[in-house]
């Protein structure tokens, strides 16, 4: 390995410790809240008319359920370890080393999205009492999740690197991560909401990580699949650019 | 990567070199064109009352803060366009007491090692400066449970865990008691020994006239002065006599404009070596029929000549 591949491959290894140290509030925690989502949705809508043909309610809810965790877990890990350690002053040392904006970049990015997939997969694994899920598109599947996390883990880095104090994430968490989560057809599909809302779902980038997502398990979907990816994806790119660019600037990290 | 010794052929001569720094905050100009060479192996103060600018500078030279103008280069790797060089072989400790709570001492070390590029090969490194600096016994203690004092020595450590040629000490032994000035002091020289160069702040004057073979002195965004410390002190046309007086007697008053400080009863004046010679003082306490208690001399230190050109005492005020 090359001193600047070490670098990286530390920064990575620091910020895996980092939510691994504190196992039960990363992962623990958000698999505990979404199986009480699931018990108590899947009594409430127990005899209800399937959301879509053939699917169960609970098998409709498990893949919203999980990457609503995803979602929320990516933006949070980002966001938490940037502001925290803007706080307590030991950013420094990450910008008095040898780290370039993509070593910063790639060593966020994929901690979140390890932090995601142990979420993601612990709350397969506690769900299946519960309902097996079927793998209609393991592709579609994988994509989804790694652009949606991805994008989510972005933009807790961008929350990060403009939050002063924690009050901000807390703003961006509260008004507008958890609310555009809720309101992307975790729960429902948008097709069962008054025209204006199935209209306004349409602009919420989180419907397509979500609808996408569900479509790799259950081969159904609000939209195609493709309008998925391509959202996604284009959120992801967009929101990439964004914090590389403040990065590269040192935007609000170097005065 | 190892300490730095006798400079090859095709090396630079400069460890530092700054060349026209300045530094905008909107209207306030904190760096006003700022150039010096800290040359390699050298043992350097950077002085200067609160506000002078010393840490903004030393935050350009890490990388910390954007510089409005100029260029600084680490052993000739610009810190700008070549910054994965130059971090490398400059280490800095910073004047605040930062960590990271997650972490525990060695654990944080080798992760620090690990940004540099360095591996396993530092982990004997690490456990002796832990022994150094009489952290032994906390390797495998979590930041948070730290003293002051120990979190200062664990951000030498860090500084120094990617064995750097270049270091610069921010104010290190601000809020540390004599017996940890002495360890890491003796630690520092025994670095600079082994040809690393050192760059320190410090507000105790004594510290950098004792250890530093040249000081700058920087006052309102400006280099005041740049010499060798003998040289700074040589030059000082000045030297301080103390005298206890018999009795209630007062000066005559063709001493008083000399009088800089009155302490337990004793008298300081300042006399200017070749127009006020220490005999004529004598002369005119004996022609004035007073008679001396206790007499004291002292040749001007760099506190002296710091208030001289800073018109600030160094030891006031918080740090900047």
């Known amino acids: 390995m090359t001193p600047d591949q070490t670098g990286f491959v530390t920064l990575l290894k620091k910020e895996v410790m980092r939510f691994w140290s504190v196992l039960g509030q990363t992962v623990t925690a958000p698999v505990v809240t979404a199986l009480l989502y699931l018990l108590v949705f899947a009594q409430a809508m127990k005899g209800r008319a399937p959301v879509y043909p053939g699917v169960d309610y609970t098998e409709f809810l498990v ?32 910008q008095m080393a040898p780290l370039g904006p993509l070593d910063w970049f790639g060593a966020y990015i994929l901690a979140a999205l390890l932090r995601c997939t142990l979420v993601a ?56 991560i958890t609310p555009l989560s809720f309101l992307s057809g975790v729960f429902y599909s948008v097709h069962a909401l008054p025209p204006i809302w199935f ?43 964004i914090c590389l660019r403040m990065l590269v600037t040192g935007y609000k990290l170097k005065r | 990567m190892s300490s730095t010794s006798a400079p090859t052929a095709d090396a630079p001569a400069s460890a530092l070199a700054i060349c026209g720094i300045r530094k905008r905050y909107g209207q306030l100009e904190a760096l006003r064109g700022i150039s010096f060479e800290i040359r390699r192996g050298e043992f350097f103060a950077l002085l200067g009352p609160n506000g002078a600018g010393k840490s903004t500078l030393i935050s350009i030279i890490s990388g910390l803060i954007h510089a409005s103008e100029g260029t600084v280069s680490v052993l000739g790797h610009d810190t700008v366009r070549d910054f994965r060089a130059a971090r490398r072989l400059l280490g800095v400790v910073p004047q605040e007491l930062v960590f990271d709570p997650f972490f525990k001492v060695r654990e944080m070390l080798r992760l620090q ?48 865990v990617h064995r750097p040629p270049v270091v610069i000490l921010d104010e290190p032994t601000a809020g540390v008691d004599v017996e940890l000035r002495r360890t890491i002091w003796s630690f520092m020289s025994d670095l600079h020994r082994k040809g690393t160069t050192v760059v320190l702040t410090t507000h105790y004057l004594e510290e950098a006239q004792e250890l530093c073979s040249r000081v700058a002195i920087l006052d309102r965004g400006s280099v005041a002065v740049i010499e060798p410390t003998r040289q700074l002190l040589a030059r000082h046309p000045y030297r301080f006599l103390r005298i206890k007086l018999v009795g209630d007697a007062r000066l005559p008053d063709a001493l008083q404009s000399l009088v800089t400080a009155e302490v337990d009863g ?37 506190e002296d000549i710091f208030i001289e050109l800073t018109g600030h005492s160094a030891k006031v005020g918080a740090v900047t």
Not at chain 1, 64 to 81: D, K, P
Not at chain 1, 218 to 232: K, Q, T
Not at chain 2, 135 to 154: C, E, I, Q, Y
């Open chain 2, 113 to 160: 090692a690990g940004y540099y590029g360095c591996g396993r090969e530092t982990w004997p490194w690490i456990d002796e400066m832990l022994e150094r600096l009489e952290l032994s016994d906390k390797a495998n203690v979590s930041m948070r449970a730290l003293s002051g004092g120990m979190k200062r020595r664990v951000l030498i450590a860090q500084a120094l």
């Open chain 1, 199 to 241: 209209k306004a779902s349409h602009f919420n980038p989180f419907f397509y990580m979500i609808d996408g997502f569900r479509y790799g398990f259950l081969g159904h979907a609000d939209v195609p699949i493709v309008y998925s990816l391509l959202w996604s994806f284009g959120f992801f790119a967009l929101a990439s650019a």
């Open chain 2, 266 to 302: 004793a008298v300081e004046l300042k006399l200017e070596t070749r127009r006020n010679p220490i005999g004529g003082v004598f002369d005119a306490l004996r022609n004035a029929g007073i008679g001396i208690e206790d007499v004291h001399t002292r040749e001007p230190d760099l």
């Open chain 1, 121 to 176: 997969v612990a709350m397969l694994l506690v769900t299946m009492p519960f309902v097996q899920m079927p793998m209609h598109a393991p592709l579609a599947l994988l994509s989804m999740f790694l652009l949606s996390a991805g994008s989510l883990a972005v933009l807790g880095m961008i929350a990060g690197i403009v939050a002063e104090k924690f009050d901000h994430i807390a703003t961006f968490t509260n008004f507008f």
């Open chain 1, 63 to 94: 893949p919203g359920l999980i990457m609503m965790a995803v979602i929320q877990n990516a933006f949070a890990n980002t966001a938490s370890s940037l502001t925290q350690s803007k706080i307590m002053g030991n950013l420094v040392f990450l």
